[in-house]
């Protein structure tokens, strides 16, 4: 992947577009953070005078746009649009790509959320839905019908830490006239960069990596379609599920600091995998970093680094799993991910419990970790002791 982006302003690496982009000084006061802009309406200079087009907070909002234009900067996209969760942005998404009677195609091993939003409210809705294994693009062209309008991947995947050729299947999909939208939340922009790779659609929980503290709940959409892009601005502003300028502040905040908490998250999830690897009382990891990984060459190729989610399963079964959970003392039981701060948690009783009895049901023995910053040592010290 390509070390140089586009910020609107030349050409410039990863960590500088991080920390510019979207972020320029106030022309008032100089000010080099964006303000908080907490306003719900703005003056208007006589009917339609608008003032850098802002009319509502619903519709746009100062705070909004900048981490908007960040954000698509990042991924390499012509906008990004920023919602209160992920789910929101996803279900906007869904909601501008599908019409009732149409059909989607999505892996075998998403996200619990996405899983039940797709299949307990979308398909209330008309929309039909195949489960397919995204790891092969060959299963994914024969889910593929002649009502097929999107192809859903995660990659990594959570919590399997599957891995999808995205090159590869945005080929399925061009050959099939259908849109390619991958979830990057896993990953982060920094890592992989899905829509120079040929997706449509880049989907963020930026309560994840980006916002990077467990102190924001957030969702992002980024195209560069530009067509595409407008009418997901349209259903943005149409639904309402938007980012507040808080919320917006605090990703922005976070992203600043998104390349250097990455390249630490992935450091020590490499020292844990090696660890875990050894340990008696594991039974396998799954990190795409593991050369025996099944998608690990694919990773090396569309990423810059493997991450910092790990999951492991354990001797003894879902009860030695979920009391491994309980031991740990540095690592936090709790969901999420993707904070400086480690945590872990059991799947299967906790962030994937809506996808039990489904074709997606994931492992009882399976325990998932968010790799944080702390001190490495402390980390190992910590598993091992749990692990007994």
């Known amino acids: 992947m390509s070390d140089r982006q586009s910020d609107g302003h030349g050409t410039h690496g990863f960590e500088t577009v991080a920390i510019h982009a979207g972020?320029?000084?106030?022309?008032?006061?100089?000010?080099?953070?964006?303000?908080?802009?907490?306003?719900?309406?703005?003056?208007?200079?006589?009917?339609?005078?608008?003032r850098g087009g802002y009319e509502y907070s619903r519709s746009g909002n100062p705070t909004r746009t900048a981490l908007e234009e960040n954000l698509a900067a990042l991924e390499?996209?012509?906008?990004?649009?920023?919602?209160a969760s992920g789910l929101a942005a996803e279900d906007c998404l869904l909601r501008t790509l599908l019409a009732p009677g149409?059909?989607?195609v999505?892996?075998?091993?998403?996200?619990?959320?996405?899983?039940?939003?797709?299949?307990?409210?979308?398909a209330r809705w008309g929309v039909d839905y195949t489960v397919a294994d995204t790891s092969d693009p060959a299963a994914v062209r024969d889910a593929l019908t002649d009502r097929t309008k999107a192809i859903w991947v995660e990659t990594p995947s959570n919590p399997l830490l599957g891995i999808s050729d995205i090159a590869a299947l945005a080929g399925v999909a061009r050959a099939a006239g259908v849109r390619l939208v991958v979830d990057n939340t896993f990953a982060s922009p920094y890592l992989q960069?899905?829509?120079?790779?040929?997706?449509?659609?880049?989907?963020?929980?930026?309560?994840?990596?980006?916002?990077?503290?467990s102190d924001v709940v957030g969702g992002a959409l980024v195209t560069d379609d530009q067509e595409l892009a407008d009418e997901l601005a349209y259903h943005q502003n149409a639904m309402g599920a938007v980012a507040g300028p808080f919320d917006s502040w605090l990703v922005l905040r976070g992203i600043k600091t998104l390349a250097v908490r990455m390249d630490r998250h992935s450091a020590n999830a490499e020292r844990i995998v090696e660890m875990l690897s050894r340990h008696p009382k594991v039974t396998k990891v799954l990190y795409?970093?593991?050369?025996?990984?099944?998608?690990?060459?694919?990773?090396?190729?569309?990423?810059?680094?493997f991450g910092g989610m790990v999951s492991f399963q354990?001797?003894?079964?879902?009860?030695?799993?979920?009391?491994?959970?309980?031991?740990?003392?540095?690592?936090?039981?709790?969901?999420?991910?993707g904070g400086v701060e480690s945590l872990i948690e059991h799947p299967g009783r906790m962030t994937h419990a809506s996808v039990a009895g489904s074709q997606l049901e994931v492992p009882s023995d399976l325990v998932?970790?968010?790799?944080?910053?702390?001190?490495?040592?402390?980390?190992?010290?910590?598993l091992q002791q749990a692990l007994g």
């Open 106 to 122: 999505i892996p075998d091993d998403a996200y619990g959320g996405t899983f039940r939003l797709i299949s307990k409210v979308v």
């Open 102 to 104: 149409d059909h989607l």
């Open 76 to 83: 390499g996209g012509r906008r990004g649009l920023a919602f």
């Open 368 to 382: 998932r970790l968010s790799v944080g910053i702390e001190n490495a040592d402390d980390l190992l010290a910590d």
């Open 288 to 305: 795409p970093g593991l050369a025996e990984h099944p998608g690990h060459e694919v990773a090396a190729k569309q990423m810059r680094s």
């Open 23 to 50: 972020n320029t000084p106030d022309p008032m006061t100089g000010a080099v953070v964006p303000a908080i802009y907490q306003v719900s309406t703005y003056k208007q200079d006589g009917v339609g005078g608008l």
């Open 314 to 337: 354990v001797a003894g079964g879902e009860e030695e799993a979920v009391a491994v959970c309980d031991r740990t003392k540095v690592f936090t039981l709790g969901e999420s991910l």
């Open 193 to 213: 960069q899905p829509l120079a790779l040929g997706a449509d659609v880049v989907v963020h929980s930026t309560t994840k990596y980006m916002g990077g503290h």
